[in-house]
């Protein structure tokens, strides 16, 4: 097996022609790894069966369980889902780019290559995915971990779990908060916290002005 193509990148100072070599990785159907300020991430085109299918692969997850959605700003939410209510703009404007992911009802007729009727969206706060966001768009996302498995919180982890099978390892160092994001479901009448993370329960109930179920 060969190994995936490893490369440093200086997160204050970005090379370019990193970015650009990522892009081509996710042009062509590849799988990215790289750091967030929470866990090490795995992206690829959302839009492609062949990556889709290869984060299932590799990762053993659960082909029922839909895979949450990097985005370059709230905007491009707005392209995938029905609508944002209140309390989901509300959490938005307060903690991204940030440790939050937000759970929304899918677009009627928007066509995937995963079976879902919900989406998760999260803007990361790390220079790394920004800068490729800023070129890609939105891409699909999910921990560099086997299913079950502790996080990667450096790119060494990451290996660990994919040498070989992953087209390219960004090492942007070890990663800041080294817990996964919270995960809030504002797709019912009233939000409900799924994963407490970073962001806390009270720390999001104080925003939206009430109590929030787990």
Do not use: Q
């Not at 097996?1 to 490893?6: T, V």
């Not at 959302?46 to 990556?51: E, M």
């Amino acid at each position: 097996m060969k190994n995936s193509c490893y490369i440093k990148v200086e997160s204050k100072k970005l090379d370019e022609s990193i970015i650009s070599k990522a892009k081509k990785v996710l042009n062509n159907g590849g799988i990215v790894a790289l750091p967030t300020e929470t866990v090490y991430g795995l992206v690829g085109d959302l839009f492609s069966k062949k990556a889709v299918t290869k984060i299932y692969k590799i990762k053993g997850r659960n082909s029922t369980k839909p895979l949450p959605i990097f985005v370059p700003n709230i905007e491009t939410v707005l392209k995938y889902v029905e609508k944002i209510p209140n309390s989901a703009y509300k959490l938005m404007n307060e903690f991204w780019p940030g440790p939050l992911t937000v759970i929304l009802n899918k677009k009627r007729g928007l066509n995937l290559p995963f079976e879902t009727s919900t989406l998760g969206f999260r803007i990361p706060n790390h220079p790394v995915p920004l800068a490729l966001l800023k070129e890609y768009g939105a891409l699909v996302s999910t921990s560099a971990n086997i299913s079950d498995k502790k996080d990667a919180l450096n790119a060494e982890e990451v290996k660990e779990y994919f040498n070989g099978e992953i087209d390219l390892i960004l090492d942007g160092g070890p990663t800041i908060f080294k817990v996964p994001s919270t995960v809030i479901d504002c797709t019912g009448h009233s939000p409900k916290m799924i994963r407490e993370g970073k962001i806390t329960k009270k720390e999001v109930e104080k925003k939206i002005g009430k109590d929030i179920l787990r």
